[in-house]
Every structure is written in C-alpha cells, then in structure tokens.
Nanobody, 124 residues
Framework: VQLQASGGGSVQAGDSLRLSCAAS????????MGWLRQAPGKEREVVAA???????YVAEAVKGRFTISRDNGKNTVHLQMTSLKPEDTAVYYC???????????????????WGQGTQVTVSS
C-alpha cells in the first residue's frame, strides 16, 4: 500500500492550499480515509476523515475552514484548506483505515496505512 501526499507548501495566513493523496496497492473504495497532522512537539491529530459514502468528520479546530473529499474511482482523497492560520503549520499525512475495522475517525491509532507526509507552513 502506498499513499502519496502532495500540495503542501509555505503560505501566508489567510491563504488556501489543497492537499491531495493518491492511494495504490489495494481497493480503497470501501475504506475510511483521513488527513492527520503533526506539529513540532505535539501529538499527531486527525484533521478530517471521510467514509466510503462521503460522510465526513472535521476536527473542531479546522471546522468551517477545511473540507475533505474523495474520488473512489481515482483512489484519491483531498483536503481543501482555507483561511489558514499559523497554528495550522504541521506535517500533514493522509491515512487509511480498513473497512470493517473498529474505526473512530478522530483516533490516529485507528488508521492502518500512512503516507509520507507533506509540510504545510503558515506564516503570519
């Protein structure tokens, strides 16, 4: 299984970025997919997640600013980030939780596969 994240970068506060993740190595259409992030000195946290039928979870810290979407036909998941803040600075990872497992969208340890991460830096 490979998860290739892209789209990170360095932006100013208030800017937008769109992260993309291309998944390969298994059929992901039934799996749960998510975006997690880890800032320096902090624990990894779930930012947003989406089920196979498009039901989403969005963390309170980014609600109203971040949107997760997926394209099952292309095995991709996206994170549209708007109104970025300096506190959004982190390495962002896409992750997959296998369908049928005991999955809580906000629990990082419930994800089974991880990408390599993409850096997002937001300056004030």
């Amino acid at each position: 299984v490979q998860l290739q994240a892209s789209g990170g970068g360095s932006v100013q506060a208030g800017d937008s970025l769109r992260l993309s993740c291309a998944a390969s190595g298994r059929t992901f259409s039934r799996d749960y997919m998510g975006w997690l992030r880890q800032a320096p000195g902090k624990e990894r946290e779930v930012v947003a997640a989406i089920t196979q039928i498009g039901i989403t979870y969005v963390a309170e810290a980014v609600k109203g600013r971040f949107t997760i979407s997926r394209d099952n036909g292309k095995n991709t998941v996206h994170l549209q980030m708007t109104s970025l803040k300096p506190e959004d600075t982190a390495v962002y990872y896409c992750a997959v939780a296998e369908y049928g497992t005991n999955w809580a969208p906000s629990t990082p340890s419930d994800y089974h596969y991880w990408g390599q991460g993409t850096q997002v830096t937001v300056s004030s």
